[in-house]
């Protein structure tokens, strides 16, 4: 058993060392009584993930990932299939529009709609979002949907974190 913050992990032998099926009952009674307990959200069986805190290529693209799961194949994108032409609506925290998977140094993204800009058709930061422009969790969300790289807000490039469908444009 792990304890982190307010998430139980508890990673399960996959063996028994004594050859019978005590260790496994044990630990399904032990996530059953955690399951019922009016404090605990929700049980959910998960898989092991590699961390790293370094950026590796190839391990950490969604677009191959969703793609194909082959390193490095993208058959969506040689069929032509990037997204192009369609916006997507995304609902989240915050957005850091000055990020250069976002940045359009040509047009503002707040004021109405404008399907003419880089990636932000339209942003509606009325909400909770102008307290958390910069930092907001919906930069990550977005990015892995339409992220698109550009130094200087005009081309886009080729980045290491483009999103699976690059080609679209998000209102926000």
């Known amino acids: 058993l792990h304890v982190s913050g307010a998430e139980l992990i508890f990673t399960a032998p996959t063996s028994d060392s004594d050859g019978s099926a005590m260790n496994r009952n ?16 929700s049980v959910e069986v998960g ?19 969703t793609q194909s799961a082959v390193v490095d194949h993208r058959p969506f994108f040689d069929k032509g299939l990037d997204g192009t032409g369609q916006i997507v609506a995304v609902a989240d925290g915050g957005l850091d529009t000055d990020n250069c998977y976002f940045r359009d140094s040509r ?27 910069d930092k907001g969790h919906g930069t990550y969300v977005s990015g892995i949907i339409v992220g698109r790289k550009s130094s200087n807000g005009v081309d886009n490039e080729v980045g290491f974190a483009d999103g699976t469908a690059p080609g679209s444009k998000i209102t926000f």
């Open 26 to 41: 044990c630990a399904l009674s032990l996530v059953i009584g955690l399951s019922v307990h009016p404090l605990v959200g």
């Open 47 to 65: 898989q092991k993930l590699e961390l790293s805190s370094v950026a590796v290529k190839g391990k950490s693209n969604p677009q191959w990932i």
């Open 107 to 133: 047009n503002n993204p707040f004021g109405g709609w404008d399907k003419s800009r880089r990636k932000i058709a339209y942003y509606d930061d009325s909400f909770a979002d102008q307290l958390e422009r």
